[in-house]
Nanobody, 117 residues
Framework: QVQLVESGGASVQAGGSLRLSCAVS????????MGWFRRPPGKEREWVAT????????AYRDSVKGRFTISRDNAKNTLFLQMNSLKPEDTAMYYC??????????WGQGTQVTVSS
């Protein structure tokens, strides 16, 4: 059974940093793409970042480029999202997701990030 468990969400002031973690079981983080998504209050879920499997190529939505970094620890089968210079507009529920055959198929329950000005 595939399970993704996010942690690390918190309430912080603008300019602060957080590191989100996603502990994964049932799939191997290095075998397929992994990603982070978020759902801001009252809005649809939006893609944040992706890391591919073999080359570990990363991609980010424009609004987080240069501030967020996606990474993984293959030994711990864990995905991370380092978030720096946080802004109030980063406030959202953050979800990690695992691909199957290149398509995001498995999702965690989310961790809340709140950034105050």
């Amino acid at each position: 059974q595939v399970q993704l468990v996010e942690s690390g969400g918190a309430s912080v002031q603008a300019g602060g940093s957080l590191r989100l973690s996603c502990a994964v079981s049932g799939v191997t983080v290095s075998n397929d793409c992994m990603g982070w998504f978020r759902r801001p209050p009252g809005k649809e879920r939006e893609w944040v970042a992706t890391m591919t499997s073999r080359t570990s190529t990363t991609a980010y939505r424009d609004s987080v480029k240069g501030r967020f970094t996606i990474s993984r620890d293959n030994a711990k089968n864990t995905l991370f999202l380092q978030m720096n210079s946080l802004k109030p507009e980063d406030t959202a529920m953050y979800y990690c997701a695992a691909c199957v055959g290149g398509t995001f198929m498995h999702w965690g329950q989310g961790t809340q990030v709140t950034v105050s000005s």
